[in-house]
């Protein structure tokens, strides 16, 4: 169940709180043009490994089918530090993706994203090394249905992921392993410096992607704008549109071919299921205007109604 992308545009989606009927919530996603979505398996803070009942799991995908959501992306939890000194939170983080990973399985997730860690100050390259031994550990331990997919990162208190580079550097560190993907977040390259208000940056960035990672590697962009300027460093996410990348830079983006053939997943402010539904879902259909539009690059309208959502790092899930 992996539906292809088209030229016209990638499938939309979000960062979904599921809740205790999946299926109201993804009826209602669906509605407001949701075609694929993320989720957490477990609260994001937490240790406790995800446990999804196969009774769960089949309303999920009985929800995901009637509604054509496809594909699902699983979030792994934000403690995990595969580069760590600490050898306890190195296993724990290893065995976390594992369980996360085992979960996707039964929920027919196509992958797992997950930030690498911190180096701590000791630099990439001191690093690279553990940190692919424990990638290579964590495929070894889960069946091949699922990808693990690296998230690249802003920047901030050695945050591994920040660069393509490095991100390239993981794939070769662990011999090129076919599961291992990559997801780009627009917020998160826009904090490492990618200046989007600059037309030849989206076209810059496809062209380092295919040099240096393989766009076969790359399945997922996180569509966000970034509340922080360019090469602040920071992981602030804002309503597309209403950031630093702003309306012009995710035309360009949207301008890619090579974007256009992979999900755009959201994890925006307007996300926030603690807002009224008319302050909801207006990142996607921002996002859904610039793709009708895209082809002739119009001249600026006012189709971004300004959200009141609190600009933050995620939308602020319920978790079970």
Not at 228 to 235: E, F, I, K, L, M
Not at 258 to 278: C, K, S, V
């Amino acid at each position: 169940m992996h539906a292809c992308q088209t030229d016209a545009g990638p499938r939309l989606g979000c960062h979904l709180s599921l809740g205790r009927k999946p299926e109201v919530s993804i009826g209602e996603a669906r509605a407001q043009g949701v075609e694929c979505i993320q989720i957490f398996a477990s609260s994001p803070g937490a240790w406790k490994p995800p446990v999804v009942r196969p009774e769960e799991s089949a309303r999920y995908l009985a929800a995901r089918l009637e509604q054509g959501i496809d594909p699902l992306f699983i979030h792994a939890i934000y403690l995990i530090n595969l580069a760590s000194t600490d050898d306890m939170l190195r296993a724990r983080s290893r065995a976390s993706l594992v369980a996360t990973l085992q979960a996707g399985g039964t929920m027919e997730a196509s992958g797992v994203v997950a930030h690498i860690g911190s180096h701590g100050g000791r630099g990439f390259v001191a690093v690279r090394d553990i940190v692919a031994t424990g990638l290579r550990e964590v495929l070894a331990n889960t069946e091949d249905s699922v990808d693990l997919v690296l998230e690249n990162s802003a920047g901030a208190g050695g945050i591994l992921g920040s660069t393509l580079e490095e991100l390239a550097a993981l794939l070769d560190a662990t011999g090129g392993h076919p599961r291992l993907k990559i997801a780009l977040d627009t917020a998160h390259l826009c904090g490492a410096g990618w200046d989007f208000s600059d037309p030849a940056t989206a076209v810059r960035l496809v062209s380092e992607v295919q040099t240096l990672i393989g766009l076969d590697r790359l399945v997922l962009l996180h569509a966000n704008d970034s509340k922080t300027p360019c090469g602040s460093h920071r992981d602030r996410h804002a309503v597309v549109g209403q950031g630093h990348i702003g309306r012009e830079g995710f035309q360009q983006l949207l301008a890619q071919p090579e974007l256009r053939r992979i999900p755009w997943i959201l994890e925006t402010p307007d996300l926030d299921t603690r807002l009224p539904p008319e302050q909801r879902f207006v990142s996607i259909h921002a996002l859904r205007a610039l793709m009708d539009g895209v082809e002739s690059l119009p001249a600026r309208v006012d189709v971004f109604p300004q959200s009141t959502a609190p600009q933050g790092d995620m939308p602020c899930m319920d978790y079970e």
